[in-house]
């Protein structure tokens, strides 16, 4: 039978695949084993505004905020600004800045960079269904440049007689570049991610559930899996919020 014949069980057996890739592929990179995996429980707030600009054009903001040590410190701050342009009814590109700020515990504590994202979102029959690549590069002091890849695959549906829509989406990050005492290339980190989307109006939508990151440590450290509470905010001033369309950065 065809993709568009049944496209739920086509769209669900490509996360099952993906995941076979990391858990398989991921976890087996480095030929040293790790003597342990650190775990840790985190409260993950994103936040996405969108404004008009001129017709196609729409302004973006983004906060997005990471409390861990299981949810006790804030670890992670990041705000982005940029443009998207609408290439069409599903299909739009993204650029922008990004301002990256890590609390002590982390390697670095302070860093900016630039990204690009090129999206392409759909309905087919009952199914939202969202492809996201988006590139970076994140200036580290003194180290040089670090540039990343990331793929996103984003689902959504709408839960009958209700207001709710099912989500699930994976996230694969890899490292482009090696950077010396810094990320290196290769499979950086991969989050999965399954909840609830609901509408409050047309513009406003919010996002809860449960994200498993996994972190792909360098050679000679642990890997570190972070179960991540999730909340988040879709705001949208031109139309209506996408709750699958929104990225996020790692």
């Known amino acids: ?67 861990g040590n299981d949810v006790s410190d804030l670890r992670r701050m990041v705000w982005s600004s940029g443009v998207q342009y609408e290439l069409s009814k599903n299909q739009a590109v ?6 990256i700020r890590q609390y002590p515990g982390q390697t670095r504590e302070l860093n900016n960079g ?6 392409d979102h759909r309905k087919v ?4 269904v969202a492809n996201i690549v988006l590139t970076e590069q994140e200036f580290l002091d ?27 989406s994976n996230d694969m990050v890899f490292n482009l570049n090696n950077v010396s005492g810094g990320p290196q290339q290769g499979l950086e980190q991969n989050r999965t991610f399954v909840g609830l989307g609901r509408c409050f ?22 890997d570190r899996l972070n179960h991540r509470i999730f909340m988040g905010l879709v705001m949208n001033a031109t139309g209506p919020a996408h709750v699958e369309r929104t990225r996020e950065f790692p």
Request: aromatic content about 14%.
């Open 142 to 168: 003194g180290e040089g440049t670090s540039f990343k890849s990331t793929y996103r695959l984003s689902l959504g549906r709408q839960i009958r007689h209700t207001r709710w829509r099912a989500l699930m």
């Open 125 to 128: 029959k009952q199914t939202y």
């Open 114 to 119: 630039l990204y690009q994202a090129f999206i």
């Open 201 to 222: 109006t047309l513009r406003f939508c919010t996002r809860t559930g449960y994200q498993l990151q996994f972190i792909n440590g360098r050679a000679g450290e642990a």
């Open 94 to 99: 993204q650029a922008g800045f990004n301002h």
């Open 1 to 67: 039978m065809s993709f568009m014949a049944r496209p739920h069980r086509s769209c669900f057996a490509i996360i099952v695949i993906v995941l076979a890739v990391l858990v398989f592929g991921g976890l087996g990179q480095h030929e040293t084993a790790r003597a342990e995996i650190v775990k840790d429980v985190q409260f993950f707030s994103p936040v996405s505004l969108e404004l008009p600009l001129y017709k196609k054009l729409h302004a973006l903001f983004d906060y997005q905020g990471v409390i």
